[in-house]
């Protein structure tokens, strides 16, 4: 971007400066071979794998009680996977992509390549810090740019350690990652950056998407919203509350594509809240409270926000099938199931983030897909049925940015798969190729080799090229 055609006046933004590093040094780092984003991927994996992985582990129970295992398989495992992805494809994604050139083009040759967007800005939560702030980091070395980041400041131990992993992988002009509160966002998104990757809330979303529309940067937003889970009478019940369990309520449900709500066959609804009560027990013992297998809410602010939602269900009549037991002073909130709720129950209207799992019956299948679609589109919808026909016509009668069919949550460890919302669950796509693609500018390149046929149309126009152009629209 030139910075002499824009009006705005950045000289009193504390950022500004970084910025003007990174972006002085945009081409040097974009002209990277292969074999340096590969060099620069490897320090990364070894500072992940290697150097820092007790330190990880260490910041994400001070910070969110997480288990070890879940921090290896959720927060380490992820990076290590798209950096190993990454150095396996990267060659090919690389290289110019020929495609084929018309006839009316004859003469010329044609095609694409993938090349940096420039100077990009990575805004990452706080829920899987490490995961959500190396992950798309990977596809942006991978892609050769230039990045800042900035980690959530709900994770204060996770953000710093990161900081000063940031700072010892890379120079500042290529990487840095800066904490501090909102201001700090704030202060970075007034910045003209060439691309935005956020993670976060619709409705932060929102606020990221019209800061970056004042500079025309592209932007992919990794949101959230409610991820429906249906299940009719032909699902397997006992599965099904094994896995819907477990998607449910790791991390103490802090999960972006977590199951927001379970939509049930009002048959089947009693056999499935015994089962779920039978794996809550057989994950986290009958005391979550003690078991080192169950995280906790982030900060105070959230577990009052699911306190709330908790009094508004009781409040309109709700019944709390399992759990409801709570701690202010651990931030401890039981893996809860709740049913026969008020349609203007909180906890129906909003995006839970928590380990509360509401239950929403339904007579016929129809009514389940009209349920789902008079809501915002779903990061992530689930179907635990044995009937195709029935999967086949929720998929087609709904939309969504993925889905899972007898399972869920771990569509977003397929790297071949493209991982995104759709409008209020995000845009854009990441992971794998479609993270370097979204760090990426597809570059259209025509070259011409011999004489082009077009050139029989230039002007001056004649009563032959009259006829020529109306031969050439009929048959080309």
Not at 366 to 382: G, Q, W
Request: with cysteine; charged share 20%; hydrophobic share 40%.
């Amino acid at each position: 971007m030139d910075m002499s055609r824009n009006s705005i006046d950045f000289s009193k933004n504390p950022y500004y400066q970084l910025f003007l590093k990174q972006r002085s040094q945009q081409f040097k780092i974009g002209n990277m071979p292969y074999s340096q984003r590969i060099k620069q991927l490897k320090k990364l994996k070894t500072a992940i794998e290697v150097t820092y992985r007790d330190r990880i582990i260490e910041a994400l129970h001070k910070d969110l009680n997480k288990p070890k295992v879940e921090a290896e398989l959720t927060e380490i495992y992820p990076i290590i996977s798209e950096i190993k992805f990454a150095k396996s494809n990267l060659r090919q994604w690389m290289r110019k992509q020929k495609v084929d050139t018309p006839m009316s083009m004859l003469g010329s040759s044609s095609y694409y390549i993938y090349e940096p967007k420039g100077v990009c800005l990575i805004i990452s939560p706080w829920n899987f810090p490490f995961n959500l702030t190396f992950g798309p980091l990977v596809s942006a070395i991978a892609a050769g740019n230039a990045v800042i980041i900035k980690p959530s400041e709900m994770t204060p131990n996770s953000s710093a350690l990161m900081a000063e992993i940031v700072a010892n992988v890379f120079s500042e002009d290529e990487v840095a990652l800066l904490e501090g509160e909102v201001e700090a966002s704030t202060q970075l998104l007034q910045l003209p950056f060439n691309h935005i990757f956020f993670t976060g809330s619709p409705s932060v979303g929102k606020i990221v998407m019209s800061a970056a529309a004042k500079h025309l940067a592209s932007v992919t937003l990794e949101l959230g919203g409610k991820s429906p889970t249906v299940i009719d009478n032909t699902a397997n019940i006992d599965k099904a509350a094994k896995r819907i369990v477990w998607g449910k309520f790791m991390n103490a449900g802090q999960i972006c594509v977590s199951p927001d709500y379970v939509l049930i066959d009002e048959s089947i609804k009693e056999r499935f809240i015994k089962a779920c009560r039978k794996w809550i027990e057989q994950y986290f013992t009958n005391t979550p409270k003690t078991s080192d297998s169950y995280a906790r809410i982030v900060t105070q602010k959230h577990f009052e926000r699911l306190q709330t939602h908790l009094e508004n269900a009781k409040s309109l009549n709700a019944k709390v099938d399992v759990g409801g037991e709570i701690e202010a002073d651990s931030k401890y909130i039981a893996p809860t199931i709740v049913s026969d709720m008020s349609d203007e129950a909180s906890l129906l209207n909003e995006e839970i983030f928590g380990p509360i799992l509401p239950i929403v019956t339904y007579k016929t299948l129809d009514e389940a897909i009209t349920y789902i679609n008079s809501k915002e589109r779903p990061l992530a919808l689930y179907i635990y049925s044995n009937s195709k026909r029935n999967t086949k016509k929720i998929i087609r009668n709904s939309r969504a940015g993925g889905t899972c069919i007898n399972t869920n949550v771990i569509h977003y460890a397929n790297h071949n798969l493209p991982f995104g919302g759709v409008n209020n669950s995000g845009i854009g796509k990441s992971h794998g190729f479609y993270g370097f693609k979204a760090f990426s500018n597809q570059r259209a390149v025509v070259k011409q080799h011999t004489f082009g046929i077009n050139e029989l149309l230039f002007p001056p126009y004649t009563n032959f090229k009259e006829k020529l152009a109306k031969l050439t629209i009929k048959w080309f």
